[in-house]
């Protein structure tokens, strides 16, 4: 597990996709919401995983190599949200993928 110092990237590979661009077979298993997004990395025995679009604004913020602390204000300020209420809200989510290893210590 990463220090929360250290920063933390999306790897190339991890995709974003809009569940929106999936089948409407696939969308009623899935009984996601229509701007929901699912997160997947190719080639990779970890299963996809359906977040909502605010999760996926805020991951995004890690395309680049970023804290999680740097991530959460830029995040929060573009959103005009309260940074430790988002970070209370994310943190679960941060633990999930970087014990998936969909979010990776830089380098």
Known sequence: MPKITDPLVLPDDVSLLPVSKLSQDLRERLDCEEDDVAITR???RTPSKVINA????????FRLPTTIS???IRYSTANNSDPHETLKNAFPLFQEL??????????
């Open 98 to 107: 970087t014990n998936s290893q969909l979010l990776v210590p830089d380098g």
């Open 42 to 44: 190719s080639r990779s």
């Open 70 to 72: 740097e991530g959460v």
């Open 54 to 61: 605010s999760a996926a604004d805020l991951l995004r913020e």
